[in-house]
């Protein structure tokens, strides 16, 4: 179950990305981030509350809401990095490089929790990834119009503050109802998101947000609250060195859609990448 869990988690992951895509295409990506973070936020509650587990928020240790908090303020810093950099250049670049939070996961995984079952089939898997994500990542024309190379440093932000986010879950979901450990998580990414609006002085830009975008905007955060309960479900019962990887294999949707919706250009260098990653991944989901 926890196998198909994380493969929901990738497939609502990829459609993530392209309807946050739609929804900062004239939106501050800082404001759509705090907006979405609301839709998500209501959207756990609310299977917190369909599998009764909000009663037992009593029992939650320090230690675990601790560690969730720190898992929420990971993941708001991975989205603000995140949907900036989609803000400023094209999804085929920077999904793979956000996607490279596998690679510091799987080995944060190895080191801390002791996942070393197929310690060289993991590791030739990471290096596969890593090569995989470099042959996407090529220098190309830009099929949109992009504002220097900024966007690479927000990219890199978001992977490695991802990765983090999902060693600091792994830690504080323990004994605590997955579902439920969503919504308390993210109760603090919402605080985290909204500080950053504020502090940027950009609280005057929500009220003039365009409908068209806020659906889009709406919709990116209902796909990633449905992701969330998939990837902690997942991680909670299942490996985290196998999980990430799988749910990461988002690329490939968020890459199929980016192709027809935006008609963004893959060379023969970057699909080779591709499946580079989901021949790894792939490797290391079977030896498990």
């Known amino acids: 179950m926890w196998i198909l869990a994380a493969i929901g988690s990738a497939l609502f992951a990829g459609i993530t990305s392209i309807l946050a895509k739609c929804g900062i295409r004239h939106t501050d990506s800082d404001v759509a981030t705090a907006l979405r973070t609301v839709v998500v936020l209501a959207f756990a509650w609310l299977m917190a509350g369909m599998v009764g587990s909000i009663p037992t928020i009593g029992q939650v240790t320090s230690r675990s809401l601790l560690f969730l908090a720190l898992s929420g303020l990971a993941t708001g810093a991975s989205w603000i990095c995140y949907f900036k950099a989609l803000s400023m250049g094209d999804v085929n670049k920077v999904v793979p490089i956000d996607k490279c939070s596998t690679v510091l996961t799987v080995l944060l995984a190895i080191v801390l929790f002791g996942e070393a079952n197929h310690l060289a089939v993991k590791l030739v898997g990471c290096a596969g990834i890593l090569v995989g994500t470099l042959m996407m990542v090529e220098r190309k024309r830009q099929d949109h119009d992009v504002r220097g190379q900024s966007w690479k440093w927000y ?30 998580r993210t109760c603090f990414v919402l605080v985290m998101a909204w500080v950053i609006v504020g502090m940027r002085g ?23 609250g449905a992701s969330w309960l998939c990837y902690y479900y997942a991680i909670q019962t299942g490996v985290v060195s196998v999980v990430v990887p799988i749910d990461k294999l988002s690329i490939v949707v968020s ?12 060379t023969k260098r970057s699909l080779a990448g591709l499946a580079i990653i989901v021949a790894s991944t792939l490797l290391m989901t079977v030896f498990r």
């Open 155 to 184: 990219a890199i932000g978001s992977a490695v503050f991802a990765a983090l986010t999902s060693i600091l879950a792994k830690v504080g979901i323990e004994g605590v109802e997955s579902n439920l450990a969503t919504a308390i």
């Open 202 to 224: 950009k609280m005057g830009e929500v009220c003039g947000i365009d409908r068209h975008e806020l659906l889009f905007i709406c919709l990116s955060g209902v796909a990633t």
């Open 255 to 266: 890459m199929a859609f980016s192709a027809a919706v935006f008609k963004e250009t893959y």
